[in-house]
Structures are given as C-alpha cells and as structure tokens.
C-alpha cells in the first residue's frame, strides 16, 4: 500500500495509537509547543485529513506552561493516558514527563484530568530532578515498563542526554528504580549535542527493540536501536546491545532529512509493521531547528532481515 507522504505536515514526534476497536490515533507536537491534540481516523493515510481536536492547553503559569512536547497516547489498564513532557511557563527548559487521564472511554470527546509529573519510586532519589522529556510505555512478559531521557552534567559542563527504563507500579508512578538503558557513546550520537532520546518499543516473538534518536534536530538528527531477548531481565544494562550504527538516517537523494523520533504501529491488515517517524524536506534551516515548524510525520513499512531485526528501508516508501 502506498502512504501518504507527509503523512501530516508540521507534526514532529509522531505517535500513532490503534485501538483495539480499530481506530487509529494520532499524536505530536504541534509547532507552537503549547497543547495537546488528537485526531482519529480508521485508516492511516485518513489521519492525514482527519479533524483535530485539542484535548489539553498548557498552563499560563507554573509547571507544565510551556514546550508541550512529544505527546503519546496509550490504553492502560482500561484507560486512557497521554505521556507528555513540558517546561514551567517561567523556564521553559525545566523539562519534567507529566501524565494525564481520560476520564472516560473516548479520548477525543471526554474530558482529561491531570495526575501531575511521573513519579519516580519510592527508593529512587534521582529519577526526574533534571530535563526529562519523551516517556514511553511498553509491556513485555507480564511486566510494563517506562523509559524516558533525561540529562545529566559533567564536571566540565557537558550535558548528555541518556535513556532510562524502570518497571512501573502504575501508569502514573514506577516501581523500580531507573536503569541507564544507553548514553551516547557513538559519533553519530554526538553531533552538535550528545543526545539519546525519543524511545520507542517493537516487541517481536523472540526481540524487544527500542529505537531512539540522537544528536541534535537538524539534518543530522538520526535513529539508533537497542536490542534484547524476550525473557531476558530488561534492568540490566547487560541485558541489552546497541547497533553499532544509525538505523535510519538522512537521505538527501529521496529529500528526507533528520529522520527520527519515530513510533510503531501495524497497518490494516494487523500484520505489517509501520514506523511513524518525523523528517524534514530540506537541510539547511534558518535559526534555531527545534522552532522550524517542517518535521512533518511520514510513514514506512517496516521490513525484517534473516536475523528478526527490523530494517527501515526509505525506498519502502515510494
């Protein structure tokens, strides 16, 4: 099938929800940083002009006032949440993941109520007391897991941006303590800033991966992947081996540019894997990348090799 392409234009950090009534669900940040939005459609290339439906605005002052970033839409133990991160209206840079709830059944009509910022657990000290953004959920046998990025300092002043998993205890809490997942240890996620963020879980039969994205927005912007085995206690840190390369990154020939930040969904057939992921049509970029409004949502068909690891191939596209 072929995809519409963009799939929708200005909404960087794509997530796509389907629901178990076969709706699909989009999310992302809007280019103005300051709501919430969803839009539903029974097909996928449908999102692309499907109504929009704003579902939370940011605050005017305090916590959660400002850069509404990297919504997603999850179905928790028969509710609804949006995992989102989001800046103090007075510093927009003290990024901090906060939640939300449906307080009924349809997420695009019924009214959702704040559960304030994700708490860490109760013997974790550390957990989300810097820039912490892009949590994500997934569930792998029998247990449901968190894992977000969040900053750390040097000495010398450097800040990176690391993955973090804990186990959760509920949809707004965790139960474990955080386990560094990665941290930019390759050249292609150090470009311009050391950043490993955006994660994204693809669960197989035998695999778990989860994609990420690194360095900083502009066409260097690129994804990586870690890797483990089902069964395998996912908070060791040796649990896990990461590509030794991008896995997906610009193309200048097909006019994708900083691919990244992407998520998972199947397509109507509820085989094919699809990757949703964010690029812009062009390189170069006047001012700052992160306030340039063209990371538009694209889709990609996602393929596997002999070994079961996916491949995202750009050509699957055309």
């Known amino acids: 099938m072929k995809y519409n392409s963009p799939l929708v234009e200005q909404r960087a950090d794509p997530h796509v929800y389907k629901h178990t009534d076969g709706w699909y669900y989009f999310t992302g940040s809007v280019p103005s940083y300051d709501r919430i939005e969803l839009r539903r459609s029974k097909t996928i290339n449908g999102l692309t002009t499907a109504e929009t439906v704003d579902v939370w605005h940011k605050h005017e002052h305090g916590p959660m006032g400002n850069h509404i970033w990297a919504p997603e839409l999850h179905y928790l133990d028969g509710k609804f949440y949006i995992y989102f991160g989001a800046g103090e209206a007075e510093n927009k840079w003290a990024l901090r993941p906060y939640v939300i709830e449906c307080e009924g059944q349809d997420p695009m009509r019924d009214p959702w109520r704040e559960l304030g910022m994700m708490q860490r657990a109760d013997d974790d000290e550390s957990s989300f007391t810097g820039f912490s953004l892009d949590g994500t959920v997934f569930e792998a046998d029998g247990k449901r897991y968190y894992v977000w990025a969040e ?22 809490k965790l139960k474990t303590p955080a386990m560094l997942l990665t941290t930019p240890d390759y050249d292609w996620e150090r470009i311009g800033f050391w950043v490993d963020e955006g994660p994204y879980a693809l669960i197989t039969d035998k695999k778990i991966f989860v994609t990420f994205s690194s360095s900083a927005t502009g066409a260097c912007y690129c994804m990586g992947m870690m890797e483990a085995d089902r069964g395998a206690d996912l908070l060791d840190r040796n649990s896990w081996r990461k590509s030794r390369h991008p896995v997906l990154e610009t193309d200048a020939e097909r006019g994708v540019f900083g691919p990244g930040h992407n998520c998972f969904t199947v397509a109507e057939d509820g085989k094919t894997v699809l990757s949703i992921y964010h690029a812009r049509p062009y390189e170069k970029i006047v001012g700052d990348p992160l306030y340039d409004p063209n990371r538009h949502a694209h889709v990609m068909e996602v393929s596997f090799d002999s070994d079961g690891r996916p491949v995202f191939d750009l050509s699957a596209q055309e």
């Open 151 to 172: 900053k750390v300092g040097f000495g010398n002043g450097l800040l990176t941006s690391n993955l973090y998993i804990a186990e959760m205890a509920t949809p707004w």
